[in-house]
């Protein structure tokens, strides 16, 4: 019998037919039913087992896509959060670089959104009730954002962890990375939630498979403190391709210590830089340099 022909065949009673289903974790044998299934796991359980998780590092060391563009400039946006601002109207996405040059542009006019034409908020009440009605349109982002300020309680709404982590889990159900990336540090730290770092690292996961730059590079870090060196570097390799220059120095203490092939390093070396160059611009160097400056001043 061929191996076609055993994937057409009941793994524990050998019938065939057109109702079998696939066992759900590794998909290598069928069942007619829970039955069967039952009976057969302790013949099938290392071999799924093993399957299983081939799978999933299949699914999590795959090359991520690129993030997403300025909704202004449509350079790559930086990963780092605080280097470009949600637009609380309209939940369009720009760079540091545009809010900058859009500040410098209209400082003597009223500031409007370049999308919708709203004009900024005024009030932190304000700025909590755009993103109620954000959340009501269905945008997970919006969701992200208003658990911060819940966690917080410093822009008009009550401190409250279980609404943070509510909002958070809400997103993450609508495939926000960044909200996994937030319930994966609550579970690893203990914030609002009792600690838990088996839930930790899946949430890691699913936030650097959707894309999270840092949640990648927390990943790495999480398997390297285990142990797991060859797992570490992978996710490093990802992370400093994406652009992390945190994640580039642990490849090359990685590549010094024998953990990273020639090969390896000098290609991650090359997709950072190919990565940082499609996120530079001379006016996001002028905002970087800007913001570091209203830094110093206190502003």
């Not at 795959?62 to 605080?82: A, E, G, M, N, V």
Request: glycine share 8%; charged share 25%; aromatic share 6%.
């Amino acid at each position: 019998m061929s191996a076609a022909d055993v994937t057409q065949c009941c793994a524990a009673c050998g019938k065939g037919g057109d109702c079998l289903k696939a066992c759900a974790a590794c998909k290598l044998v069928k069942y007619c039913n829970v039955t069967c299934q039952k009976a057969h796991r302790p013949n099938h359980k290392k071999e799924c087992k093993k399957r299983a998780a081939e799978i999933s590092d299949e699914a999590l060391f795959k090359t991520p896509p690129p993030s997403d563009d300025c909704h202004i400039c449509y350079l790559r946006l930086p990963f780092d959060q605080s280097e470009s601002r949600y637009q609380l109207c309209c939940g369009k996405i720009i760079c540091l670089g545009c809010d900058y040059g859009d500040m410098i542009a209209r400082a003597s006019t009223e500031q409007i959104c370049h999308f919708c034409r709203a004009p900024d908020a005024t009030s932190h009440e304000e700025a909590i009730e755009r993103l109620q009605k954000r959340i009501e349109a269905g945008d997970a982002i919006a969701m992200y954002h208003l658990g911060y300020e819940y966690l917080s309680g410093d822009s008009g709404v009550p401190q409250d962890s279980n609404k943070a982590l509510e909002l958070w889990h809400q997103a993450a159900k609508l495939g926000c990375a960044k909200s996994h990336t937030a319930l994966a540090h609550s579970y690893a730290q203990g914030e609002g939630v009792e600690q838990d770092d088996k839930k930790a690292k899946y949430h890691w996961e699913r936030a650097a498979t959707g894309v999270c730059v840092l949640a990648r590079h927390d990943l790495g870090a999480v398997e390297m403190n285990a142990g797991n060196m060859n797992k570490a570097m992978k996710h490093f390799m990802i992370s400093a391709g994406c652009g992390c220059d945190d994640s580039l120095k642990e490849i090359q203490n990685g590549f010094s210590h024998g953990h990273v092939t020639k090969d390896d390093y000098e290609n991650t070396l090359r997709a950072h830089k190919a990565s940082t160059d499609e996120m530079q611009s001379d006016q996001r160097d002028v905002a970087r340099r800007w913001l570091d400056e209203a830094k110093v001043r206190g502003m």
